[in-house]
């Protein structure tokens, strides 16, 4: 196996790749670089033998570098065109989904949000119906209490706690309840 690579070896390993340049402006991209490579070498060179030459090709490279790099970008940005760009089929399923999908998504969003405030609605209205039927049923045992106790103060009799035992066989929530009176 010989170490030794041919043009057409090298030209064919780096097409399978996808780094051999395949149009004019990349190949006079990689020509410029090659050449700024090249004089840069030379310029190196040149400045440990004779340094007054050496320095006249400083600017030479810079230029050369600033051209190739000039080309590369916009060989860059030609690539990122068209890996970015979708084809008209992607473009067109990606409206459908928005024509299509997102719609639907969303008015069955806007449901379940409705649905969830209507139950918050509701179970407001429960609970206050419940607290409003409580304090009803606290009226009711005041006002029992308050008709017992006058009846005995009307009588002339003292209130005791043994007037109210008649509430409480009567109603099994009197059995719960502490009574006081003032």
Known sequence: MSMQLSYSELRRRLSGVGLWPEGRMARIACYLLGLAAGLFALQNLLSLLAPAWG???GGWVDFLIFIAAVLFS???FRWLKRRMLW???NRLIVTYVFIGV???VLLVTLGFVTLYLFAGQ????VVTSELN??????????AAILNELA??????NKPSVESLAGLKKRDRE????EVCAW
Do not use: C, K, T, Y
């Open 74 to 76: 916009i060989l860059a």
């Open 102 to 104: 997102i719609p639907v």
């Open 87 to 89: 084809r008209l089929r």
């Open 133 to 142: 039927s409580q304090m009803r049923s606290v009226e009711a045992a005041n």
């Open 55 to 57: 320095a006249h090709l």
């Open 174 to 177: 009197w059995s719960r309840r």
């Open 151 to 156: 009846a005995r103060l009307d009588h002339g």
């Open 122 to 125: 509701f179970s407001g209205f």
